[in-house]
């Protein structure tokens, strides 16, 4: 197994607003929770902050982050696996890096689920990501049935040799991989740090075996679940967790703002 090298991967907590709030509310929320943790001192370089927005909000997103010199990253949700071309609905990774986007998601369960996206797609986007210069948060995870079954860490390794492949890896370093225990979410199961711990100390081991030891020590890889402030702490106390893919507590600015900060609060900086 590589060495702990925890300390030297910044803590990532990204904000994944789904389908939800138009380009004015976007905006709104976006300025309210740069005032709340400017307003905390939040620290961006030990705890790095990132929101996903609707495609429609990426523009006004990007005008409010540059006019206000804000320290948020922001990215999409999605990529196509073309660049250009008679691809209705499609958005291409050049035109997400033209929006000064840093990050996107590949992989998300919602888009396996509901669009059926396959492994060899989610690999197919996440290598136009990179190629244009993007960060791409490749997501895996189970089923409740797998996870019954006791084949999540297997069918997790799966997810993530077929999203990697192909890659070299200078690019597999910059990639950053998001745990989702599909099986706890919205289906009244829930999932432990211990359960986060597991799934993702095994993919780092992946990474180490099939890659090699430096990029498994040096790619971030976030926990995915139902992430509130309460929970935060015992979930980035895991050793191998280095941050946290959040859906709807994102949309809640305090609630979102006190994950970002978990390290004040395990601390007792509260105020």
């Not at 904000?15 to 961006?44: C, I, Y």
């Not at 492994?119 to 996870?147: F, H, S, Y």
Request: charged share 25%; with cysteine.
């Amino acid at each position: 197994m590589a060495g702990d090298n925890s300390a030297a991967r910044t803590p990532l907590m990204a904000g994944n607003w789904k389908m939800n709030l138009n380009h004015v509310e976007a905006v709104h929320l976006l300025q309210k929770l740069s005032w709340t943790l400017q307003d905390k001192k939040h620290d961006f370089e030990r705890v790095e902050v990132a929101v996903l927005p609707p495609f429609t909000d990426i523009r006004s997103v990007q005008t409010l982050v540059d006019g206000d010199r804000m320290k948020i990253k922001y990215g999409a949700q999605d990529v196509s696996t073309r660049d250009s071309g008679a691809y209705t609905g499609e958005i291409s990774a050049a035109m997400l890096t033209k929006l000064g986007c840093t990050y996107v998601l590949t992989g998300h369960s919602e888009r396996r689920q509901y669009h059926d996206e396959t492994d060899e797609v989610v690999n197919a986007k996440t290598t136009k990501a990179l190629e244009a210069g993007l960060v791409p948060i490749m997501c895996v995870g189970e089923g409740l049935e797998i996870r019954k079954a006791d084949g999540h860490v297997e069918h997790c390794l799966g997810q993530i040799d077929a999203g990697l492949a192909g890659l070299k890896q200078d690019d597999v370093r910059k990639v950053v991989i998001a745990y989702e225990p599909v099986w706890a979410i919205g289906t009244g199961e829930v999932a432990t740090p211990e359960d986060a711990q597991e799934v993702i100390a095994a993919i780092r081991g992946r990474i180490e075996e099939t890659i090699s030891p430096s990029v498994a020590d040096s790619v971030r890889i976030l926990y995915g679940g139902s992430v509130k402030m309460a929970s935060a702490g015992g979930i980035m106390a895991q050793p191998d967790v280095d941050g946290c893919l959040v859906g709807g507590a994102s949309l809640q600015v305090d609630e979102f703002a006190g994950i970002c900060r978990y390290l004040d609060l395990q601390l007792g900086y509260s105020s």
